[in-house]
C-alpha cells in the first residue's frame, strides 16, 4: 500500500508553524507543520484561487493573503468566510526525512 505515497519534501524545508507550498500529482498543495506535525491541503482557496502558503499560519488555521479566508488544516474546513467550500486534504507520513503524501486527495463534506 506504500506504493500509495509520493515523496514530496523534506521535513527541514518545513519549520515549525511554517507551510510551504508544493506540486504534487497536479495539484498545488499546501504544506504545514504545527508543533511538529505535518498535514496538507490544497493550496488554492476555494474562494478566489488565493495561494494559501503565501498566507499566515496561526495553530491550526492557515489564513488566505488575499481575502482572509481561513482554513483548518487538519480537515480542510473553513472556519472564517468568505470562502465557502472546504480544501481537498491529503494524507501524509513521515519516512525519516521525508514528507510523503497518499496520492489520492481525501474529500470529506
Known amino acids: 500500500m506504500s506504493e500509495d505515497f509520493v515523496k514530496i519534501v523534506d521535513t527541514k524545508d518545513i519549520q515549525p508553524s511554517q507551510m510551504k507550498e508544493v506540486q504534487f500529482d497536479g495539484e498545488d498543495v499546501c504544506i504545514t507543520n504545527v508543533d511538529?506535525?505535518?498535514?496538507?491541503?490544497?493550496?488554492?482557496?476555494?474562494?478566489?484561487?488565493?495561494?494559501?502558503?503565501?498566507?499566515?499560519?496561526?495553530?491550526y488555521e492557515v489564513e488566505c493573503p488575499w481575502h482572509q479566508s481561513k482554513f483548518d488544516?487538519?480537515?480542510?474546513?473553513?472556519?472564517?468566510?468568505?470562502?465557502?467550500?472546504?480544501?481537498?486534504?491529503?494524507?501524509?507520513?513521515?519516512?525519516?526525512n521525508s514528507i510523503l503524501a497518499k496520492k489520492r486527495p481525501n474529500i470529506k463534506e
Open 73 to 96: 488544516v487538519r480537515t480542510g474546513k473553513v472556519t472564517n468566510p468568505p470562502a465557502s467550500e472546504s480544501e481537498p486534504t491529503y494524507e501524509i507520513k513521515v519516512d525519516g
Open 36 to 59: 511538529g506535525k505535518y498535514y496538507a491541503i490544497g493550496n488554492i482557496c476555494t474562494h478566489e484561487g488565493g495561494p494559501l502558503a503565501d498566507g499566515i499560519l496561526e495553530g
